[in-house]
């Protein structure tokens, strides 16, 4: 069974940093696509950043281009997201998320992924 642990998250005010992580255990597939996902209050969860594993290629929401960063590693079994010049409108809980796509990444994280972890909150202040 996939599981996903996301952890890093927290408050910040404007124009700070945060690095979220995954832990990801249970992957049986050579070729998956991984990401983040972000869901605010009262609005439903946007697909923000994934990456395939096959190529590395990346998708970004245009929102968070130039300012997030994805990134993996398959010998720790982690995905990571760098996140700098956080603004208010950036606060959500994060979910780290998977799936078994071998799609361009975009499309999985536009339309939604097989699996999700329970989130990390990330509060940035103005």
């Known amino acids: 069974e996939v599981q996903l642990v996301e952890s890093g998250g927290g408050l910040v005010q404007t124009g700070g940093s945060l690095r979220l992580s995954c832990a990801v255990s249970g992957v049986t597939f050579d070729h998956y696509t991984i990401g983040w996902f972000r869901q605010a209050p009262g609005k439903e969860r946007e697909g923000i950043s994934c990456?395939?594993?096959?190529?590395?290629?990346?998708y970004y929401l245009d929102s968070v281009k130039g300012r997030f960063t994805i990134s993996s590693d398959n010998i720790k079994n982690a995905v990571y997201l760098q996140m700098n010049s956080l603004k208010p409108e950036d606060t959500a809980t994060y979910y780290c998320?998977?799936?078994?796509?071998?799609?361009?990444?975009?499309?999985?994280?536009?339309?939604?992924?097989?699996?999700y972890g329970k989130g990390t909150l990330v509060t940035v202040s103005s």
């Open positions: 990456i395939r594993s096959s190529d590395s290629s990346t």
């Open positions: 998320a998977y799936d078994q796509a071998r799609v361009d990444p975009g499309i999985p994280c536009q339309y939604g992924m097989d699996y």
